[in-house]
């Protein structure tokens, strides 16, 4: 059985340790979902999409969701009364420079297993948790010495950066568009990319006490737009750009995404590269935006 999450403060392996399948979903466009209300309440197109397609996951037994910004706030009450399958909703401060702050999120965790526990699985153990810990690092330290190996050959197309929260799958032909255009994606900032792994667990930690390391790997290392202050945000784009000499930075944002909307005016102000905003709207094809990328390529070239 599945548990459907989307947002990149729900450990996996949290979900693996308790029995499930970790899913993470990315909806499809969807421009009918939520017509009515949530369309005029201007709720944006992602949890639009999420609203409704979350629940209909095939061998889903529950839905977590994260409570990054009030639209998905807002999307997880929605989703827990009309749902057939138990909704929870994760709350991850967005202050996160006390000691509170980091406990409230790993009590968050402990509440996710019980609440998991509750869904049909088992309270993890110890152990189990760690072993799970331990098999995605694995992964992770494979991927990163891939992606670290890749960026060391010679690429062709001009290196940008994109950043940004979730996509929509359609909107993942952004990375072709960029390429058609004569760039390359050097730096993934968007949710599911880079910007969102946690930092490596501590072994040492992870088998002592797994819950707060995971918590902590977790707090510590994914900057993110709701975080106040947003200073990890911009520090991490800053390092990433210099580290992938990236000449051009697009942010990627959803109609009605104020989240990540408020961040732009920013990094023009502090970035020395040029900054590109994109609204999507799973509305319009493609091609409405194709030639300010164009355009913004051209630029850079
Ligand atoms: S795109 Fe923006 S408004 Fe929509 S879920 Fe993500 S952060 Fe929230």
Known sequence: MKVVYTSAFVPPELIE??????????????????????YAAGVCPFVRAWIAQAPRVDGAAAVVAGSEC??????????????????????VPATWQTEAARRYYRDELRRLAAFLEAAGGVFPSGDAL??????????????????????????AGVP????????????????????ACGGRVAVNGLDGGERTAPRAFDPRAARRNPIEELADAYFDGVPD?????????????GRALARHGARGLIMVRYVWCDTWHAETGRLRDELRVPVLELDLNDEVPLARYATRVQAFLEMLA
């Open 17 to 38: 340790a308790c029995g499930f399948e970790a899913h993470r979903l990315a909806p499809r466009a969807d421009p009918r979902a939520g017509e009515g209300a949530l």
């Open 130 to 155: 760690a072993a799970r810990m331990a098999a995605a690092e694995r992964r992770r330290a494979r991927e990163r010495a891939a992606a670290a190996e890749a960026a060391s050959r010679p690429a």
């Open 70 to 91: 009030d639209q998905m706030r807002r999307g997880a009450d929605i989703l827990a009364r009309r749902a057939p399958l138990p909704v929870f909703l994760l709350n």
């Open 225 to 237: 737009a709701f975080r106040r202050p947003d200073d990890g945000l911009h520090a991490w784009i």
């Open 160 to 179: 940008i950066a994109l950043v940004g929260g979730p996509l929509l799958q359609e909107d993942a032909a952004l990375f072709g568009l960029v390429a």
